[in-house]
Structures are given as structure tokens and as C-alpha cells.
């Protein structure tokens, strides 16, 4: 049999590379993640300057986390955005799940700074305030991080 | 991870771009392969029945929304051949020696 030369074999491998880029392009989550989070996060806020009874807030809280827990099941990492394909693991990078969870864990800590900062403040409603802003960094930010995510995995891909 | 392994079924331009999505992915949908490789849903199939029969490609078809799909994944089999492959043309660059499946 003839193998082919060198010139075909790079062109075979760029493709290869190209289409392994189109898989990473489909890493991300749908854009109603992003501002279903934001606005549950905004509804904790008010219902926490509502002056609603404690056991209200804690199930609003429950509900919302469970609520959470189940979406997030499928799409925290990113490699399932649509029903169009889901990308392996070892591609969208083993750590793209425990970045999402990160960030989520840092937009919790945003939110109690920003909270007792308006606090001290004096502002009226601290916590719908902060979690306002917290919801704009959701909706701005949450894509941001999908992005690092795929040019991660694509800088991975080249090495 | 094979070692460089020519495979001439692999090698066609179209079923190596189709075993190169495979190998990103999980699985894939026959639309989403369909589109971005800019092929008729019967130059499709004949390439993913050809793969089928060597044994690299599984078809399935779940129930979902209450229409049929069709998803494709690579089979461990095909995994393995493809990762030969890429290795034999990486050989091929750096002039090393080849085998053929």
C-alpha cells in the first residue's frame, strides 16, 4: 500500500485538529443557566429584605439549591450544551466541573461581602443590592468562564 | 495510547473528519456531524455504515422529545484504530517507521 507523504499526512492532522476544535467550540452552558441562576439569586435577595419568615427563606434557599442541583447535574463542566453532542471529559479538561463550582462558590462569597458592605453602608435593601450585582457578574461573567474553559482545552489540544 | 498504526479505512478525508469529531465527543447527533461536515444525510450514512461494519462506530437511537434520534460514538475499537492512525501520520511527518491495520 502507499502512505502518504508528508505534505497529505499534515493536512490529515489539521484536519483532525479542526474537527476536535468544532467539538470544543460546543462547550458551554445554555444562556437560560446563566440568567435562571441570576435571577433565582436576585429572588433570595429580595425575599431576604422582604423581612419574610425564616422558614420561607430557608425552604426559598432549599428549593432553589435542589432546583440547582438537578439542572447543574447535566450541565456544570459545560460538555453538554445542547442535545447535539456531548464532549468527552478528557477534552472539556477534568477540572471545567470543579472551575463552574468555584465560581459559583465565589459569587456565594461576593455576595455576603457586598451584602455587609451595604450594610455598613446604610443602604436600604443590602441584600437585594448585592445580589443584583452578583447577578450581573452571573450573566456577564458565567460565559466568561465557559470561554477560558474551551481556549484551556483548545490550547490543550495543540499541545 | 496505540502506537502509530496506518489504517486505510480510517484515511478517506470524510471518515477521518467523521472518526475526528467522534473521537471529541462522548457522542454525537447524525444532524450535528451532518452540518458541520457539510454532507447529504445519505453520503453520511453510507460513511457511518462503513464504519459501523468495521466495528469503530456504534449507531444508536434514543427516544427523546417524543422524535427519534440518531447518535454516533466511537466503539473502544475505533478509539483504538484512530489513535493509531493519528499516531502513523504523526510518524509519518517525523519519518518514523509505520504498520498498517
Not at chain 1, 83 to 99: F, I, K, N, Q, Y
Not at chain 2, 69 to 92: D, K, M, W
Amino acid at each position: 500500500m502507499s502512505y502518504p507523504n508528508e505534505a497529505e499526512a499534515r493536512l490529515a492532522l489539521a484536519d483532525v485538529e479542526q474537527a476536535r476544535q468544532r467539538v470544543i467550540d460546543r462547550i458551554g452552558m445554555p444562556w437560560w443557566y446563566w440568567w435562571g441562576l441570576a435571577g433565582c439569586w436576585v429572588g433570595l435577595g429580595v425575599l431576604n429584605d422582604a423581612g419574610v419568615a425564616a422558614w420561607l427563606l430557608t425552604a426559598a434557599t432549599l428549593v432553589v439549591g435542589a432546583v440547582h442541583a438537578s439542572v447543574s447535574q447535566r450541565l456544570l463542566g459545560g460538555r453538554q450544551q445542547t442535545g447535539e453532542v456531548r464532549v468527552r471529559r478528557d477534552v472539556a479538561g477534568r477540572r471545567s466541573a470543579l472551575l463552574v463550582i468555584a465560581f459559583l462558590v465565589s459569587l456565594v462569597a461576593l455576595t455576603i461581602l457586598a451584602a455587609l458592605a451595604l450594610d455598613a453602608d446604610g443602604a436600604g435593601h443590602p441584600a437585594t443590592g448585592a445580589s443584583i450585582l452578583v447577578a450581573v457578574v452571573i450573566v456577564l461573567g458565567g460565559p466568561q468562564v465557559m470561554a477560558a474553559i474551551r481556549a484551556d482545552a483548545a490550547r490543550r489540544a495543540v499541545a | 495510547m496505540s502506537g502509530p498504526r496506518f489504517d486505510e479505512l480510517i484515511h478517506p478525508a470524510t471518515r477521518l473528519s467523521i472518526m475526528s469529531l467522534l473521537a471529541a465527543a462522548d457522542w454525537a447527533d447524525f444532524a450535528f456531524v451532518r452540518d458541520h461536515l457539510r454532507l447529504s444525510d445519505s453520503a453520511l450514512s453510507k460513511q457511518l455504515a462503513t464504519l459501523e461494519e468495521a466495528g469503530y462506530v456504534a449507531i444508536e437511537r434514543p427516544l427523546s422529545e417524543r422524535r427519534r434520534r440518531v447518535r454516533a460514538r466511537l466503539t473502544p475499537l475505533g478509539r483504538e484504530r484512530f489513535q493509531g492512525h493519528v499516531a502513523a501520520l504523526r510518524a509519518l511527518i517525523a519519518g518514523g517507521p509505520l504498520t498498517t491495520a
